[in-house]
């Protein structure tokens, strides 16, 4: 069964094939960010073992704060350190 990661209200296209799905990802916490502002998620990206960054999503009126760069960053300085 293919699995749509859909973050507010914004989905992904159903012709899209998704081959690593967001429960495989979370097998690995380590290689994962949630970005918070009060208790409230902003934004979130989840990287494979191997470096593919397989999600990332920032909510509509928190981007351009460069939450998605500083969360790409992140994964990077763990994938390095890895």
């Known amino acids: 069964m293919v699995k749509?990661?859909?973050l507010w209200g914004e989905g992904l296209d159903t012709d899209l094939q998704i081959n690593n799905p967001v429960e495989e990802?979370?097998?690995?916490?380590?290689?994962?960010?949630?970005?918070?502002?009060?208790?409230?998620v902003v934004g979130c990206a989840l990287m494979t073992p191997e470096g593919y960054i397989t999600y990332i999503a920032?909510?509509?009126?928190?981007?351009?704060?460069?939450?998605g760069m500083f969360m790409m960053y992140h994964l990077l300085q763990v994938h390095l350190s890895s």
């Open 4 to 6: 749509y990661l859909i």
């Open 25 to 40: 990802c979370l097998d690995y916490p380590d290689f994962t960010v949630v970005a918070l502002y009060n208790l409230c």
């Open 58 to 67: 920032v909510h509509p009126e928190w981007r351009r704060a460069n939450i």
